[in-house]
């Protein structure tokens, strides 16, 4: 037991970095920010897994060990403790006079077992009555509970084991209109656990119909986000109305949707010098701050030369003499979109991965900088540029996640546990008759509560005399 | 009533509050300080006992009192912003402040705490006053992610057991206290009114065991909650990291006692670290930290 206590403070030691520095799988960005300030650090703390730690071989390593610890403690006392049910209590000690609680009494030997034994009954204790004495115990749901802690302990980490190992996570983004259909490649970015199949995903549909925001006009503060969806379980049944909020994720089974965060697409269409159409639709941008000042790019390689607009949309426009322009609230009260047009090489065939957020503008020439409003159309030379309205975008996270019922029911079980162990006093009394009557108890742990109740015992049996 | 007279109602309650605690704060100082003079000069003078007795007494009406005010200024914030009052720090430290007063008047009833009255004031006037200096925030609706049932359960459940593991920290620092003072021949004058090591021992032992399922549960009412509105149920965010920590070392605490056996200096030792990790998770997780858990900061 000792080694599963070191484990568990290892555990909890082993943890604390993880606190301090970024973690790649919650903050990427923080990780590179963390490497471009201190490259030398960051490469030995990267040697030491500092940056995926929960992930860690090292970390796994005391984890699996505790794992295997507190099953060599649990298991064997679990069955001592079956075997001990239903046994009767040890015999009843030769000096009493040395335990807790000793008293002798002042009646006659005569019933004194009788009367004992129905208190002792009656106060739920298990007896075990000999010629001369009785031992009784009370409290065997102490160790019960305390195994049953234990044993939901390694419930839940197998079912957190389980999770690592079955199930898969995966995040889109969608406007409204947009519909999605649960394949891998549907999403931007999915990771399967190592036994999950492409197979085992819910074959669901789900169509955006409709995203409302609203916001405190005192703080700007959101105050509520509703993602209504028709969603198709499996493809092709009928659509059925669902509504998806931050707190309350859509549900198939093991697989949840959850709303996790939303934005502004600008609607666009752009034509070339001849009026011909290159591009029409919505073009996800990303907000920026609370008020949803977002930034985006719109890349257009088939013209030629190549142009690429670096685009900010603020849904309520404000202008301030140093921050020039922003948004100052984030509803779409009188929308802005601003661009600025650039020529030459998007740098798209070079095999870089770019961001679709903004443009390489290195090997490009700036020909032209505007504020447009709603349905305002810029000529900038090379074609022209129609803003024709905006979107609603969310963004969905799918994680499937079969382990996370039995952690559920470890976690309800170890909580029973506790309580159980923690507040069932053990404890056993004795009661002597050779010649004059002892009574003695003991109480494991010095629980506090045996004074009172041998003193209850106490006064049963010199009442009968009176 | 609109919101803004709830919202002042409620800061003028923990104003009243503040006032109370410090006339409660006197009143202990000068229990403690004139007890000195009773030990010592009661023999040969006729000074009367009951003077430092009837300042005590005042110091715990006041700490009644002070409870009371700041129960109010707790709900009415609620009320101001038709919530439960755990939006944010300020209002997480009000909480706490009243979770912790509450469970020395709690405990008070049982045990002879009254000593306890000190410390206690001086906890809760230092957090009440970092609450309304620095951390202070309007009254103001919830953002969408704290909309949910679970704040109530998680929230409460995490204040109330940081309350009293607090309190039990109190105790066991008091304990290392008087450890030393009878080690180097003895207890102060003003000490010997308090209660014996052994009882300090054992109290901070059943604070401790008495809280921790709740601290179990409000880490598992957490997880739940994290499962319906984050997409995941443990992920190691710093708050959640923080907080199994302190599971770990109260986890560690009760093992020590309970089944190793360890008493007094060890096991005070072992409880204000575990105890400081809760204090750290509060304080350097909300200020400082990332995650998932920012908008519960400033």
């Keep these: 037991?000792?080694?599963?206590?070191?484990?568990?403070?290892?555990?909890?030691?082993?943890?604390?970095?993880?606190?301090?520095?970024?973690?790649?799988?919650?903050?990427?960005?923080?990780?590179?920010?963390?490497?471009?300030?201190?490259?030398?650090?960051?490469?030995?703390?990267?040697?030491?897994?500092?940056?995926?730690?929960?992930?860690?071989?090292?970390?796994?390593?005391?984890?699996?060990?505790?794992?295997?610890?507190?099953?060599?403690?649990?298991?064997?006392?679990?069955?001592?403790?079956?075997?001990?049910?239903?046994?009767?209590?040890?015999?009843?000690?030769?000096?009493?006079?040395?335990?807790?609680?000793?008293?002798?009494?002042?009646?006659?030997?005569?019933?004194?077992?009788?009367?004992?034994?129905?208190?002792?009954?009656?106060?739920?204790?298990?007896?075990?009555?000999?010629?001369?004495?009785?031992?009784?115990?009370?409290?065997?749901?102490?160790?019960?509970?305390?195994?049953?802690?234990?044993?939901?302990?390694?419930?839940?980490?197998?079912?957190?084991?389980?999770?690592?190992?079955?199930?898969?996570?995966?995040?889109?983004?969608?406007?409204?209109?947009?519909?999605?259909?649960?394949?891998?490649?549907?999403?931007?970015?999915?990771?399967?656990?190592?036994?999950?199949?492409?197979?085992?995903?819910?074959?669901?549909?789900?169509?955006?119909?409709?995203f409302k925001a609203s916001y405190d006009v005192k703080t700007n503060a959101p105050t509520d986000y509703t993602l209504q969806v028709a969603?198709?379980?499996?493809?092709?049944?009928?659509?059925?109305?669902?509504?998806?909020?931050?707190?309350?994720?859509?549900?198939?089974?093991?697989?949840?949707?959850?709303?996790?965060?939303?934005?502004?697409?600008?609607?666009?269409?752009?034509?070339?010098?001849s009026g011909k159409l290159i591009f029409e639709g919505a073009v996800t941008f990303l907000p920026q701050d609370g008020n949803l000042t977002s930034i985006g790019a719109i890349k257009l390689p088939d013209m030629s030369p190549q142009i690429g607009m670096v685009a900010s949309f603020l849904p309520t426009a404000d202008r301030s003499p140093t921050r020039g322009a922003f948004s100052s609230f984030p509803e779409v009260l009188d929308p802005r979109l601003l661009v600025s047009v650039w020529m030459g090489d998007l740098g798209l065939d070079s095999g870089v991965p770019q961001s679709v957020y903004r443009v390489d503008t290195s090997k490009m020439k700036r020909i032209g900088l505007k504020s447009l409003k709603l349905n305002e159309i810029y000529n900038f030379g090379e074609g022209t540029l129609l803003f024709e309205g905006y979107k609603s975008w969310v963004n969905l996270q799918i994680v499937d996640d079969p382990g996370k019922m039995y952690a559920l029911f470890g976690a309800i079980f170890a909580i029973l546990g506790l309580l159980t162990s923690l507040f069932t006093r053990q404890r056993r009394i004795w009661i002597k008759v050779d010649g004059r009557v002892q009574i003695a108890g003991l109480a494991k742990n010095g629980v506090p509560g045996l004074d009172e109740e041998l003193a209850a015992l106490k006064k049963t049996l010199e009442g009968l005399e009176g | 009533m609109t919101s803004r007279n709830l919202a002042y109602l409620s800061n003028y309650s923990i104003y009243s509050a503040m006032f109370l605690y410090t006339i409660a704060f006197f009143a202990h100082a000068v229990e403690v300080s004139f007890s000195v003079k009773t030990t010592e000069v009661s023999e040969k003078t006729s000074f009367d006992f009951s003077r430092t007795d009837r300042a005590g007494r005042i110091g715990t009406a006041m700490m009644i009192l002070g409870f009371i005010f700041l129960f109010a200024g707790v709900i009415l914030r609620g009320a101001s912003a038709h919530r439960v009052p755990w939006g944010n720090m300020y209002e997480f430290s009000i909480t706490g402040a009243l979770a912790f007063s509450g469970?020395?008047?709690?405990?008070?009833?049982?045990?002879?705490?009254?000593?306890?009255?000190?410390?206690?004031?001086?906890?809760?006037?230092?957090?009440?006053?970092?609450?309304?200096?620095?951390?202070?925030?309007?009254?103001?609706?919830?953002?969408?992610?704290?909309?949910?049932?679970?704040?109530?359960?998680?929230?409460?459940?995490?204040?109330?057991?940081?309350?009293?593991?607090?309190?039990?920290?109190?105790?066991?620092?008091?304990?290392?206290?008087?450890?030393?003072?009878?080690?180097?021949?003895?207890?102060?004058?003003?000490?010997?009114?308090?209660?014996?090591?052994?009882?300090?021992?054992?109290?901070?032992?059943?604070?401790?065991?008495?809280?921790?399922?709740?601290?179990?549960?409000?880490?598992?009412?957490?997880?739940?909650?994290?499962?319906?509105a984050w997409g995941r149920y443990w992920g190691w965010d710093p708050k959640e990291t923080w907080a199994f920590i302190t599971w770990v070392a109260y986890a560690a605490y009760l093992h020590a006692r309970v089944t190793a056996g360890w008493r007094g200096r060890k096991a005070a030792w072992l409880c204000l670290f575990a105890g400081s990790t809760f204090l750290f998770n509060y304080i350097y997780v909300n200020i400082y930290g990332t995650g998932r858990h920012t908008y519960s900061g400033l």
């Design chain 1, 1 to 210: 037991m000792r080694t599963a206590l070191i484990l568990l403070m290892m555990l909890g030691l082993a943890s604390i970095p993880g606190s301090l520095f970024p973690q790649r799988n919650q903050n990427p960005m923080k990780v590179r920010e963390f490497f471009k300030n201190n490259p030398t650090l960051a490469q030995w703390l990267d040697k030491a897994k500092i940056f995926d730690l929960y992930s860690s071989p090292w970390f796994s390593a005391i984890y699996i060990l505790l794992f295997i610890s507190l099953i060599g403690c649990v298991l064997p006392r679990t069955f001592e403790h079956i075997k001990a049910i239903g046994k009767k209590p040890p015999l009843t000690p030769k000096f009493l006079d040395r335990m807790e609680g000793f008293a002798e009494l002042d009646r006659p030997v005569d019933g004194t077992l009788d009367l004992a034994e129905k208190w002792l009954k009656k106060n739920r204790f298990r007896v075990r009555r000999e010629e001369l004495s009785i031992s009784a115990e009370k409290g065997y749901s102490r160790e019960s509970g305390n195994l049953l802690f234990h044993l939901s302990l390694i419930l839940i980490l197998l079912a957190v084991a389980a999770g690592g190992l079955y199930g898969s996570k995966g995040e889109t983004i969608l406007n409204v209109g947009d519909r999605f259909i649960n394949t891998p490649t549907s999403y931007d970015n999915i990771s399967f656990a190592k036994f999950q199949r492409e197979g085992d995903m819910v074959p669901f549909s789900l169509r955006v119909l409709d």
């Design chain 1, 231 to 273: 969603a198709a379980n499996p493809i092709g049944s009928k659509e059925v109305l669902k509504t998806i909020k931050v707190n309350s994720p859509l549900t198939y089974g093991n697989t949840k949707i959850y709303l996790q965060a939303n934005g502004y697409s600008p609607v666009v269409a752009i034509r070339d010098k």
């Design chain 2, 103 to 228: 469970a020395y008047l709690f405990a008070l009833v049982k045990y002879k705490l009254r000593w306890l009255g000190l410390p206690v004031s001086i906890a809760v006037l230092l957090t009440l006053g970092t609450a309304v200096t620095v951390l202070y925030r309007p009254s103001a609706p919830l953002v969408p992610a704290l909309k949910s049932t679970w704040l109530a359960i998680h929230v409460s459940a995490a204040i109330v057991s940081g309350g009293v593991f607090l309190l039990a920290n109190t105790i066991a620092a008091t304990y290392l206290i008087l450890d030393r003072m009878e080690e180097r021949g003895g207890r102060s004058e003003w000490a010997k009114k308090l209660p014996s090591l052994e009882t300090l021992d054992q109290l901070s032992y059943r604070l401790v065991a008495f809280v921790f399922p709740l601290w179990t549960f409000a880490v598992i009412a957490g997880a739940i909650w994290a499962e319906s």
